[in-house]
């Protein structure tokens, strides 16, 4: 089994990307995906599979991941937890990692439940629904147990959220203590978790969600965690500068994702063109951008 | 429409009853239940909709609520959330309001997905899946405010993690702040967060999380939150004691439900008898002595 981090770091090399595109799809979807289908949630969960299927085609040539955001999967229930790992296989297929957007967590017990269904070979004997997981470490440090565990037994990652990328990430991660704000003591406890054996790429299975609207905070989670993958969400809608991410790079390009959600898929709306090719063009323009300073940093 | 916490009060005087059953169906199931499937997700995801369709006929004329721990469900993929649509249906048709135990959160736009999923009616023209959620604050009073509308809009109710029953709840919840510990600063995010008109009962639709396990913050919590309903976890296998919820009652009996899960419905393994009997029993018991708190705390 390849330890997580070797895969990263292979793809981000023969990709020349670090590019991870965020799969949120938010309707409408294009119109030809709804073809021939209802609105309700089974018709809805097969335009959003085929919606998903062909984003997938189109950024693959350009992403070093891809995202997918679970909540919109969940919001059309079965059916759309079943679309989610239909397209999470078709992104395995073509070598794409995949990492769940799920931010879960929960006490041991139950964290342990989440790991399986995320990071774990399925029953039926069918591999892992990821490569990685977010999760949420309000609930401490054993809470993360069996997420970390998961990662060591199945050469997974996880990517934990320590300073998020929203406004309203100030009011609890931002929280003044004797020892910094809360998101620093979070980052400790990344640190601290990460028990993993370390891949041949330097980079660990352990890693941290840190907003690229937060270039402060960023450079000091780098120094904090230096050998951890980081993943950078909030370029474009939300307003983050993908010059923030030099600071995130450290031994490996592979070492910080720059995810491009709406600023990619959505870019079709509103363009009477093809919208796959429009989405392509997105992701190549991204890559480019966020290639830039991934291959310019020092390492 | 009718809100949440008056549905919610009046179950709890009909049935004479805070006990919130937690639906966390963990292998072994009862060996009737797998009866004729095979153990792959589909056949694994029909043995625990049969496993909690049994509970919940045991439990419902004891229980003021049942908690599914949806990690479970997840945890066999489309397949399992389709069962957990069922048993929430079930439990509706039973009277019996559901609190999906998901711990979600995410930045706003998302959260919107996941208010979709659990509290609003859903596509097709289905009820709302749950009566309430648990959501995880870690993302600050924006990433709250999705959940809350669907609360306003719907008649649903909310439980925000405030102070969890895990040892780890020290890690992040615990750390110091110049106002106190940083759970009453999210305790102060719940009340803040709280716009939703009160209900008949007195309570609000905006809850917290508190564990059995952290008596001193409860009185607290209360303190802070007169109105919020409250939801206790961490009775019986996680040490809780059923007295501690004393400080919990404020207005209304249902002003706090006390969750018991493996303690009532895992009461059957190493029981040769028939498991529902065993459950009903153990539902019964664990009634009568958190009422007998609930009836006897001051007004």
Redesign the interface.
């Known amino acids: 089994m390849t330890h997580f981090a070797d895969r990263l770091a292979a793809r981000v090399e023969a990709t020349e990307s670090v590019l991870c595109v965020g799969l ?1 799809p ?1 309707l409408p979807f294009p119109s030809d995906c709804h073809r021939g289908l209802r ?4 018709g ?1 969960a097969r335009a959003m599979e085929r919606y998903c299927l062909g984003l997938i085609e189109a950024v693959e040539p350009f992403a070093a991941a891809v995202k997918p ?1 679970v ?2 999967f ?12 239909r397209v999470s296989a078709a992104a395995a297929e073509r070598g794409l990692p995949v990492i769940a957007d799920a ?9 342990a ?2 790991a ?2 995320w990071l774990e070979p ?3 004997g ?1 591999p892992p ?1 990821a490569d990685a997981l977010t999760v ?8 993360l147990e069996p997420f970390t565990a998961a990662c060591r037994e199945h050469g997974r990652g996880l990517y934990v ?1 320590v300073r ?10 931002g ?4 020892d910094g704000p ?1 998101w620093q ?2 980052a400790a ?1 990344v640190a601290a978790a990460d028990t993993a054996p370390v891949a041949a790429c330097g980079l660990s299975a352990i890693g941290a969600v840190v907003g690229l609207t937060q270039p402060a905070a960023l450079a000091t989670i780098r120094r904090l965690l230096p050998r951890a993958p980081l993943l950078l969400p909030g370029l474009g809608v939300q307003g983050g500068d993908p010059g923030a991410a030099r600071a995130a790079y450290a031994s490996h390009p592979a070492g910080a994702l720059v995810v491009a959600a709406r600023s990619v898929i959505e870019v079709w709306r509103g363009d009477p063109g093809d919208w796959r090719s429009a989405v392509a063009a997105a992701a190549q323009e991204h890559r480019r951008t966020t290639w830039n300073v991934a291959s310019h940093a020092p390492a």
């Open positions: 949120d938010r609105d309700d949630r089974s809805l955001q909540a919109f969940e919001a059309l229930g079965g059916y759309g937890l079943t679309a989610l790992e931010k879960r967590g929960d006490i041991a017990s139950t964290a439940a989440y399986a269904a399925r029953p039926g069918e629904l949420n470490p309000y609930l401490g440090a054993d809470s959220l998020t990328s929203n406004p309203g990430s100030a009011d609890v991660q929280l003044e203590t004797p809360v003591s979070v406890l």
